[in-house]
Every structure is written in C-alpha cells, then in structure tokens.
C-alpha cells in the first residue's frame, strides 16, 4: 500500500472545488479552521469533528526509559501529547475501504 500525504494545498483545492469559493478564500478558510484547532488544543481543550472523530491533550509523567544504543537508563522528561480518536464512522469507511465520497453517504459503484 503506497503511502500518500495530502498537503494544506490539495485541502484549499478541494474546498474550492466543493464549496466554490475562490481559492484564496477557500486556503483562508482552511488555515481558519486548523488555526482554531490549533488554538483549542494549546488551551488544552478537546476538539470534536463529528463523523470524523476527536482530538485532545493528555499530560504524560516523568519516567525513566533506556537508550536502546547503550542499555542506559535516562529519564523521560513529562509531557503533553496530542491524541485522536477516529469515530466509529471513520473506523468503518478504513476498515470496509470506503475511500470516496463524504462521511456518511453513499458512494455508488
């Protein structure tokens, strides 16, 4: 399975495409909505996308791990890690390989 990243570009595009805004307003828009996702979580807030699923900040403690180089033990400083849940909708349309169409609606075949 050869692996693809979809870049902040191709997302503008596609909401130019979809919604029919201009292409600025369309990369606007887009860096609108992942600036106030950015902002929600640094605050330390969940983000919920339904039919997609959640992100949110969780604090990790101080631990001690090993150089796996050398066996040496060193601590792990804490830390805030983002995490995301996929909803139970996304876990479908990636497990039954429903790669097209909007969350939610019917592809025809």
């Known amino acids: 399975m050869a692996e693809r990243t ?3 570009a191709e997302l503008s595009e596609a909401v130019y495409q ?3 805004l201009s292409r600025n307003e369309s990369a606007d828009l887009l860096e609108l909505v992942l600036s106030e996702i950015s902002n ?3 605050k330390g807030e969940s983000v919920k996308i339904s039919s997609f699923g959640s992100f949110s900040v969780r604090s990790k403690g101080e ?3 090993r150089n796996p180089k050398t066996g040496e033990e060193v601590p792990i400083m804490p830390r805030k890690v983002m995490v995301f849940r996929p909803s139970q909708l996304l876990k479908n349309r990636i497990n039954h390989g429903h790669a097209t169409g909007a969350p939610g609606r019917k592809t025809s075949t």
């Open 63 to 65: 631990r001690l791990g």
């Open 40 to 42: 929600a979580l640094a």
């Open 18 to 20: 979809e919604v029919g």
């Open 6 to 8: 979809i870049t902040r």
